[in-house]
């Protein structure tokens, strides 16, 4: 008995420090980040217009149309190429970048700057930079036809060149993040075990391998984790940028499709489907993603 | 290490959207007055400058009244008004918003009759008999506007009267290193170009098409509708128009006309406001889409006036600066000088210093209502008269899918079919 009574203060001040402290946080989470995908879950059951009087339950029905729907499928598979072009090129040359980086002199620190600017600057801003730079009169081609290139691609009118110039915009912007991510992983790898393994005659290509690599994992994890769900929700530059076109779906993503489904053929209730059930894909593939990096993590 | 790179992680992706953040003003109201939100779009014609001196003409007669303008972050102030109002902001007033879907939901206030009775056509744009947008003024989409000098270096002494004579003129303008069609592609900029091509092989052979495709009577795989979308999809593969051009937007395919990038726009005849603008110095020509037989037809749209919002705060307010900014001479003077429209207001007559373009563009249309040759502009028409809402949108990605040669003619029809079935369910 006596015990109890002396426990209650305890979990009293427990529960007042979770509430003071967790429950803010929790709030905000539940109102904002809760709470509008469970409402979202509720319409994508629904054939939810909300131009039209009545909303029926129809079950599973908008998520069984989603698999067949040419739409759909389309924009999951730009959506996949984009993920696919944005996880691999910042990655690869974020890497080489970082490890020509680390060195310590103010040259190499003004450099580090000029490559984390883009990831700074405003979608819109990068959207309209490279919108203005690869138009049909823009610099880029200006510069070619100058070279003697007398038909320049198209890089956003043709629908075989957007859908990779829309990737390679987005990488550059997100090359920065990369390497100042790798960069931080870089000054995490001793010293003593580089000079180490020199000694023992390893050379830098060697080095790398051996050491540098197997302990840059945690970064790898990080920057491919954060890649993936990043690209996997692009809108704002699609928006700016080609408004999914050249022409039908060429570069529509899925978060796109849902804006135009939602908005403009104000079919909402399928619309809210086609976000969940995308929810879904980046908490796979970023759950799967994570596992498989994390199993060649070394721990010091 | 990994949790250490982790929080740099999430500090660097929270950091960056804070450092560009965008600055936000606080409104300020005065009190007493009654506050009305007004949505509107920019474009090249139509500034911040010239929105703020109309609604500056309606305020000063209605002292009571402030307005907080509200703009489109782009040309589709349809898209962003759907947005507004899913979040609970749906503005007071708006300016050419397609009032379709909006109204069926019961978000606009219907005008009456009476309040309708300055008005020249006032049932166009009309939804299940009732009117939400005011009918205020008539565009021809479009006109075909050319550049005098281009054509006369390619040695076309005349203007095209037959779809011929058009082809004809192309393939000399081609042959002469001269782009024969200016274009743009994004969102509707395409538009006004097939528009044209549809005015002479759907809506004048049958002016009811959009009531009969409502109806099922007729499909875009119909044979006049096909033919319009195979004549898109051949001026491109001629060369007459540049696939590349696509990825520029409405600005940018006007100024790249005005540049003398190309021998002929298709467009709006909001382009003369542009066109009379004393900075111009290109000297600008302009005929109506030619059908194959030459027989006139001007493709034409009334409406695109102002709507309100059944659920307005002020709704008297709000229908008194409606009617106030539709009505207001200075504004209807305006509205035809800077973006070339023809106030279909009962008595109106244009102002004696409109430019030249304008003047031009005024007598097209007045010799197709005297032949009685208007038709619809396809593509731009509201209300029952329009598509169901979405197809619009799917039928701007296909002009583009025609010229960029992604899709066949037969492809581009069946699609367009099967998004009109998914609209309708």
Same mark, same amino acid.
């Given at each position: 008995?006596?015990?109890?009574?002396?426990?209650?203060?305890?979990?009293?001040?427990?529960?007042?420090?979770?509430?003071?402290?967790?429950?803010?946080?929790?709030?905000?989470?539940?109102?904002?980040?809760?709470?509008?995908?469970?409402?979202?879950?509720?319409?994508?059951?629904?054939?939810?217009?909300?131009?039209?009087?009545?909303?029926?339950?129809?079950?599973?029905?908008?998520?069984?149309?989603?698999?067949?729907?040419?739409?759909?499928? @389309?924009?999951?598979? +730009?959506?996949?190429? #984009?993920?696919?072009? /944005? !996880?691999? %090129?910042?990655?690869?040359?974020? =890497?080489?970048?970082?490890?020509?980086?680390?060195?310590?002199?103010?040259?190499?620190?003004?450099?580090? @700057?000029?490559?984390? +600017?883009?990831?700074? #600057?405003?979608?819109? /801003? !990068?959207? %309209?930079?490279?919108?203005?730079? =690869?138009?049909?009169?823009?610099?880029?081609?200006?510069?070619?036809?100058?070279?003697?290139?007398?038909?320049?691609?198209?890089?956003?009118?043709?629908?075989?060149?957007?859908?990779?110039?829309?990737?390679?915009?987005?990488?550059?912007?997100?090359?920065?993040?990369?390497?100042?991510?790798?960069?931080?992983?870089?000054?995490?790898?001793?010293?003593?075990?580089?000079?180490?393994?020199?000694?023992?005659?390893?050379?830098?290509?060697?080095?790398?391998?051996?050491?540098?690599?197997?302990?840059?994992?945690?970064?790898?994890?990080?920057?491919?984790?954060?890649?993936?769900?990043?690209?996997?929700?692009?809108?704002?530059?699609?928006?700016?940028?080609?408004?999914?076109?050249?022409?039908?779906?060429?570069?529509?993503?899925?978060?796109?499709?849902?804006?135009?489904?939602?908005?403009?053929?104000?079919?909402?209730?399928?619309?809210?489907?086609?976000?969940?059930?995308?929810?879904?894909?980046?908490?796979?593939?970023?759950?799967?993603?994570?596992?498989?990096?994390?199993?060649?993590?070394?721990?010091? | 290490?990994?949790?250490?790179?982790?929080?740099?992680?999430?500090?660097?992706?929270?950091?960056?959207?804070?450092?560009?953040?965008?600055?936000?003003?606080?409104?300020?109201?005065?009190?007493?007055?009654?506050?009305?939100?007004?949505?509107?779009?920019?474009?090249?014609?139509?500034?911040?400058?010239?929105?703020?001196?109309?609604?500056?003409?309606?305020?000063?007669?209605?002292?009571?009244?402030?307005?907080?303008?509200?703009?489109?972050?782009?040309?589709?102030?349809?898209?962003?008004?759907?947005?507004?109002?899913?979040?609970?902001?749906?503005?007071?007033?708006?300016?050419?918003?397609?009032?379709?879907?909006?109204?069926?939901?019961?978000?606009?206030?219907?005008?009456?009759?009476?309040?309708?009775?300055?008005?020249?056509?006032?049932?166009?744009?009309?939804?299940?008999?009732?009117?939400?947008?005011?009918?205020?003024?008539?565009?021809?989409?479009?006109?075909?506007?050319?550049?005098?000098?281009?054509?006369?270096?390619?040695?076309?002494?005349?203007?095209?009267?037959?779809?011929?004579?058009?082809?004809?003129?192309?393939?000399?303008?081609?042959?002469?290193?001269?782009?024969?069609?200016?274009?743009?592609?994004?969102?509707?900029?395409?538009?006004?170009?097939?528009?044209?091509?549809?005015?002479?092989?759907?809506?004048?052979?049958?002016?009811?098409?959009?009531?009969?495709?409502?109806?099922?009577?007729?499909?875009?795989?119909?044979?006049?509708?096909?033919?319009?979308?195979?004549?898109?999809?051949?001026?491109?593969?001629?060369?007459?128009?540049?696939?590349?051009?696509?990825?520029?937007?409405?600005?940018?395919?006007?100024?790249?006309?005005?540049?003398?990038?190309?021998?002929?726009?298709?467009?709006?005849?909001?382009?003369?406001?542009?066109?009379?603008?004393?900075?111009?110095?290109?000297?600008?020509?302009?005929?109506?889409?030619?059908?194959?037989?030459?027989?006139?037809?001007?493709?034409?749209?009334?409406?695109?006036?102002?709507?309100?919002?059944?659920?307005?705060?002020?709704?008297?307010?709000?229908?008194?600066?409606?009617?106030?900014?539709?009505?207001?001479?200075?504004?209807?003077?305006?509205?035809?000088?800077?973006?070339?429209?023809?106030?279909?207001?009962?008595?109106?007559?244009?102002?004696?210093?409109?430019?030249?373009?304008?003047?031009?563009?005024?007598?097209?249309?007045?010799?197709?209502?005297?032949?009685?040759?208007?038709?619809?502009?396809?593509?731009?028409?509201?209300?029952?008269?329009?598509?169901?809402?979405?197809?619009?949108?799917?039928?701007?990605?296909?002009?583009?899918?025609?010229?960029?040669?992604?899709?066949?003619?037969?492809?581009?029809?069946?699609?367009?079919?099967?998004?009109?079935?998914?609209?309708?369910?």
């Amino acid at each position: 008995m006596s015990a109890s009574v002396s426990r209650r203060p305890v979990f009293g001040r427990r529960a007042w420090h979770f509430l003071s402290f967790g429950g803010p946080g929790t709030a905000v989470y539940v109102c904002f980040v809760l709470a509008p995908i469970l409402i979202s879950l509720g319409y994508s059951l629904t054939n939810y217009n909300p131009f039209r009087g009545e909303t029926h339950f129809v079950g599973l029905d908008n998520y069984r149309v989603l698999l067949t729907d040419e739409e759909f499928l @389309t924009s999951l598979k +730009v959506t996949s190429i #984009l993920t696919a072009i /944005v !996880v691999i %090129v910042p990655n690869v040359a974020g =890497l080489a970048i970082a490890v020509l980086l680390d060195r310590q002199s103010w040259f190499f620190s003004s450099l580090r @700057t000029v490559f984390f +600017v883009p990831v700074v #600057l405003s979608s819109v /801003v !990068v959207s %309209v930079i490279w919108t203005r730079l =690869l138009d049909n009169d823009g610099l880029i081609n200006q510069t070619l036809r100058a070279l003697g290139v007398d038909e320049p691609p198209g890089w956003l009118s043709d629908p075989d060149y957007a859908l990779y110039s829309l990737g390679a915009i987005l990488s550059w912007q997100m090359l920065g993040f990369c390497v100042v991510i790798y960069l931080a992983g870089l000054q995490h790898v001793p010293q003593e075990l580089l000079e180490a393994a020199s000694i023992d005659g390893a050379g830098p290509v060697r080095r790398f391998s051996r050491i540098t690599w197997p302990l840059l994992a945690p970064a790898l994890t990080i920057n491919t984790v954060i890649l993936l769900i990043s690209a996997f929700k692009i809108f704002d530059h699609v928006q700016i940028i080609t408004r999914g076109g050249p022409g039908t779906g060429t570069t529509a993503t899925i978060a796109y499709n849902v804006l135009q489904t939602g908005f403009v053929a104000n079919r909402q209730g399928f619309a809210s489907a086609m976000a969940i059930l995308m929810l879904v894909i980046i908490a796979v593939l970023s759950g799967v993603a994570l596992k498989l990096l994390q199993r060649r993590e070394v721990d010091l | 290490m990994r949790r250490r790179l982790l929080t740099l992680g999430m500090a660097v992706l929270l950091a960056a959207p804070t450092l560009a953040a965008c600055e936000v003003g606080e409104p300020t109201t005065s009190a007493g007055k009654k506050e009305i939100t007004f949505l509107v779009f920019e474009t090249p014609n139509l500034t911040p400058q010239y929105w703020d001196a109309a609604i500056k003409r309606v305020t000063d007669k209605h002292p009571d009244i402030t307005v907080k303008k509200l703009v489109s972050p782009d040309q589709d102030r349809t898209t962003y008004a759907k947005q507004l109002l899913s979040s609970g902001q749906f503005p007071d007033v708006m300016i050419a918003v397609s009032p379709a879907g909006f109204a069926e939901g019961g978000n606009l206030y219907a005008w009456t009759t009476e309040e309708l009775k300055d008005f020249q056509f006032p049932t166009n744009g009309a939804i299940k008999g009732k009117v939400y947008q005011l009918p205020a003024n008539t565009q021809t989409i479009p006109v075909v506007y050319y550049n005098k000098a281009l054509f006369a270096k390619a040695g076309i002494t005349g203007e095209p009267k037959t779809y011929a004579d058009l082809l004809s003129a192309a393939q000399k303008l081609k042959a002469n290193g001269i782009t024969p069609f200016v274009t743009a592609g994004v969102h509707d900029s395409i538009g006004p170009l097939w528009a044209g091509i549809l005015a002479t092989e759907v809506y004048a052979k049958n002016p009811n098409w959009m009531h009969d495709r409502r109806a099922g009577k007729v499909k875009f795989c119909d044979p006049e509708f096909k033919s319009g979308a195979a004549k898109l999809a051949e001026l491109a593969r001629q060369g007459y128009l540049d696939p590349k051009d696509v990825s520029r937007d409405y600005a940018a395919g006007q100024q790249a006309f005005l540049d003398g990038k190309g021998a002929m726009y298709a467009m709006g005849n909001w382009l003369a406001g542009e066109v009379d603008k004393p900075t111009t110095k290109l000297h600008v020509g302009q005929f109506a889409w030619p059908a194959d037989d030459g027989k006139a037809v001007i493709p034409a749209f009334t409406g695109g006036g102002l709507l309100v919002s059944a659920k307005a705060k002020n709704l008297e307010a709000a229908k008194t600066f409606a009617l106030g900014f539709q009505l207001d001479k200075g504004n209807l003077d305006n509205s035809a000088k800077a973006d070339g429209l023809f106030p279909a207001i009962k008595g109106y007559s244009p102002p004696s210093d409109v430019g030249a373009a304008y003047k031009l563009g005024y007598d097209l249309y007045a010799q197709g209502v005297a032949a009685n040759a208007v038709v619809p502009a396809f593509g731009f028409e509201a209300g029952d008269d329009g598509m169901l809402p979405g197809v619009t949108a799917k039928w701007d990605s296909s002009a583009v899918d025609l010229v960029t040669g992604k899709k066949t003619p037969d492809q581009v029809c069946a699609f367009l079919d099967a998004e009109w079935a998914k609209a309708a369910t």
